[in-house]
């Protein structure tokens, strides 16, 4: 289960009915920004803003508050581009992630997200409870849908937002609509070529091709129909391992047929080395038997067999002196 870690935030930790003032540095091209806005994001979920100051050509200041947070209050110091937000007696429900943004252009640029704990309770970490989960395999192509609560015909534009680590959100881009023409602007190196944009009645899709690891993260859309943004629809990306390659029909058909062969060749070789034991055994044994019984030379054997045996005879009657040389009887025997 993915959870948001306190890494890349500050964390401030008060006890429930006391006062706390969070600080965010805006960095500013001119010496004067017109108008800083805070949020609070909590359980992962879509921000919601807190109030806006809005600076005057008389460098007076203008607060509007939002969602019914009327126990803060925000001032600004132009000298030093600094915004704080003061919270009196703090609840429980206080809890959450804060973090301000401008609008030098056509979106939010937000900075220093300041994670507020209230002592007594649990430490809170950002579940997926009030949020879609959408999980896609590494390479595959995402879609995150937004529904706008806002009338189609008034539908002007809409920003998308990437949030992780529990960081202030980050633009991807923003498309605005005029005459039934839409015009995308990029922000924060995304582009095109990774991710698009598309609306349809009062929903706006966001589609990633090729999704890598570090696309996972908190996605939501907003708009800005008054000194505001809202925003709509959390989405948490997850992105898992590659799907493994498989093998091919034909390759594991031909893995089958290998197999087969083998087996078959194998078998044919130990059959062969067995006869082959087997020949060698007898030849052996063949060798080193004893002495060859005589016998009656059969009728039907030839006159060189009968040569053999009296030469073989007549070689033992040398080595034998005690044998009758005049021994008129000879023995004729077939030898192999």
């Known amino acids: 289960m ?21 600080k965010c540095s805006v960095i500013v091209k001119d010496a004067r920004f017109p108008s800083v806005t805070w949020l609070r994001q909590s359980d992962q979920s879509a921000p919601v803003s807190i109030l806006t100051i809005t600076n005057t050509d008389d460098d007076s200041r203008i607060t509007h ?5 009327k126990h803060m209050t925000g001032t600004i110091d132009i000298s030093t581009h ?35 704990n209230i002592t007594g309770v649990l430490m809170a970490v950002f579940s997926q409870s009030k949020s879609t989960s959408v999980v896609v395999r590494e390479g ?17 534009s809409v920003t998308w937002l990437r949030q992780t680590d529990q960081s202030a959100p980050v633009s991807i881009l923003s498309t605005s609509r005029k005459s039934n023409m839409a015009n995308t602007q990029y922000h924060n190196s995304f582009s095109c070529k990774h991710m698009t944009e598309s609306t349809t009645n009062s929903t706006s899709t966001l589609e990633i091709r090729s999704v890598s690891v570090s696309d996972a993260g908190l996605y939501y859309c907003g708009t800005q129909p008054g000194n505001h943004m809202i925003y709509y629809n959390a989405t948490y990306l997850n992105i898992t391992a590659p799907e493994p390659v498989s093998e091919s029909p034909d390759t594991a058909d ?13 078998l044919v070789l130990g059959v062969l080395s067995a006869v082959l034991n087997l020949v060698l055994l007898i030849l052996f044994l063949t060798k080193h038997r004893g002495p060859v019984s005589q016998t009656s030379l059969p009728p039907d054997q030839g006159s060189d067999s009968v040569n053999y045996a009296t030469l073989s005879f007549s070689a033992k009657k040398k080595r034998r002196n005690n044998f009758q040389t005049d021994n008129p009887h000879v023995i004729y025997a077939a030898t192999r």
């Not at 595959?140 to 002007?156: G, L, P, W």
């Open 2 to 22: 993915a959870v948001f870690s306190m890494s890349l935030s500050t964390s401030v930790v008060v006890r429930e009915g006391q006062s706390v003032q969070l």
């Open 65 to 69: 508050h939002e969602n019914n947070f």
């Open 82 to 116: 600094t915004s704080t937000l003061k919270i009196r007696s703090v609840s429980v429900s206080d809890a959450g992630l804060y973090y301000c943004g401008t609008q030098p252009g056509n979106h939010m640029i937000y900075y220093n997200a300041t994670y507020l």
């Open 140 to 156: 595959q192509s995402a879609q995150m849908n937004c529904s706008v609560i806002e009338d189609y015909e008034r539908f002007i």
């Open 254 to 266: 031909n893995g089958e047929l290998c197999s087969g062969v083998c087996v078959t060749v194998l």
